[in-house]
């Protein structure tokens, strides 16, 4: 026997860790290989459909293998390694989705409130109508533009939605619109409240300006009808701009009669009105030139011949009274609104006329019974009136009239042109 018969089997290097340290006894790696046809305690066996996948080896009985989690929708909460701003966004996402009408109803509120606002604002003066040229130019090219975007009709109901983009703009673009139209409309209407005659054609209009104002603040009303079809919306600029430039002229232009103030003011507005529906190619041709000249003067005729319905701002009779006997610094001894038809001798009228766009007018006292008019004439200033207003007096006298004069009596203030200032009423009875 030699001695490689007798030589000792070499004693196998003890089996170490990653971090250099003995294996523990027991463990998969103190134990070696497996023989041929086994596995090792804990070890998983790849098959085709994890051939890709890391083994996972468990440390010992007590470990169970990891179990990946199953997929699912995201969390809100944010986690360790979740950005904050996604989670807000998609909160405010779904606090808007769940309450937007409720939203929409409160900015109506808020416009509500900015337009008290703005005509606490607009009575302290008539000098800041002329901002309201500023507010017609940036409205004018708003329009312009967005329908030029968006188009109307459908075709805008379709590039609204073509994007997240597309949908901001257009939202953008017509809040713009409507706190625009919101501050115009009410800017005008305490002028033209004032110089209105309630029980006269003039209430129409102003009561046009008040349904506008009031549809500016209703958002799902302004974006889905009023600027949904372009003719609407440019009938609905073109009736703001008349009644702007109407109030502005004189501002611009001081002591412009009422009737040519009114005319340049549907001119102005026809022509804006014929920019927002022609290319400038027309104006190359012939008949675009004169559709364009007709339609300005169909404009400018109507205004004329429909100025008895529309006030003649900023006009307006700040205090108005009758009474059968004067003082003799020109004031009334009395105001009376009924008197018996035996007292009447004579009967003299007073009215202060606030005229903030300067004296270019003529105006008149028109003496009605029942409706018809009874005398007309020319007011002669009367007394020490109030900073800027002027005092005009008239006087009816009892031999002019006829025998039944009991009934409804009125005082007219009207321009040269026939256009209602203000109105002073009385009851005649038996």
């Not at 009561?207 to 603040?217: D, E, M, P, R």
């Not at 430039?245 to 004189?250: A, E, K, S």
């Not at 003011?265 to 030139?289: E, K, N, Y």
Request: hydrophobic letters at 50%; one cysteine or more; charged letters at 15%.
């Amino acid at each position: 026997m030699t001695d490689d018969t007798h030589r000792a089997a070499p004693t196998p290097e003890p089996l170490v860790d990653a971090a250099g340290e003995p294996a523990p006894a027991g463990s998969a790696m103190s134990a070696g290989p497996p023989p041929p046809g086994e596995t090792a305690p804990g070890a998983t066996i790849p098959t085709a459909a994890s051939a890709e996948l890391p083994v996972f080896v468990s440390a010992g009985a007590e470990d169970p293998l990891p179990v990946p989690e199953a997929a699912g929708p995201p969390k809100l909460d944010a986690g360790p390694e979740e950005p904050v701003l996604p989670v807000v966004y998609q909160w405010i996402k779904r606090f808007l989705e769940r309450h937007a009408n409720k939203l929409w109803w409160l900015h109506s509120l808020y416009a509500m409130g900015l337009g008290t606002f703005v005509v606490l604002y607009a009575q302290k003066g008539y000098d800041h109508a002329r901002w309201l040229t500023v507010s017609l130019g940036a409205g004018w090219i708003v329009l312009l533009v967005f329908f030029r975007i968006y188009g109307t009709g459908d075709v805008q109901a379709q590039r609204r939605g073509a994007g997240r983009r597309a949908k901001v703009s257009f939202y953008v673009m017509t809040y713009v619109l409507k706190n625009l139209y919101q501050g115009m409309l009410f800017f005008l209407l305490p002028f033209y409240w004032r110089t209105a005659v309630l029980d006269a054609p003039t209430r129409w209009f102003v009561l046009a300006l008040a349904i506008l104002a009031v549809l500016s603040t209703l958002d799902v009303v302004f974006d889905q009808f009023l600027m949904r079809w372009k003719l609407g919306a440019s009938i609905a600029y073109f009736f703001i701009l008349f009644a702007c430039l109407d109030l502005v002229i004189p501002a611009l232009l001081p002591d412009t009669r009422a009737v040519l103030s009114l005319m340049g003011a549907a001119a102005i507005a026809a022509i804006v009105f014929w920019t927002m529906h022609t290319p400038l190619s027309a104006f190359l041709r012939p008949a675009g030139v004169l559709l364009f000249m007709l339609a300005v003067s169909t404009a400018v005729a109507t205004a004329y011949f429909g100025r008895r319905v529309i006030p003649p701002v900023p006009m307006h009779v700040a205090t108005g009274a009758v009474g059968p006997e004067l003082l003799p610094d020109g004031r009334l001894a009395m105001h009376v609104s009924t008197l018996h038809r035996d007292f009447i001798r004579e009967m003299h009228a007073l009215t202060d006329v606030v005229t903030p766009g300067g004296r270019g007018e003529r105006l008149f006292h028109v003496w009605r019974h029942e409706g018809v008019e009874v005398q007309r004439g020319a007011i002669e200033p009367s007394g020490d009136p109030p900073p800027g207003t002027v005092r005009l007096r008239s006087t009816l006298h009892a031999l002019d009239l006829d025998e039944d004069i009991s009934g409804e009596w009125s005082v007219d203030v009207v321009t040269e042109d026939d256009q209602l200032i203000g109105r002073v009423s009385f009851l005649v009875i038996d």
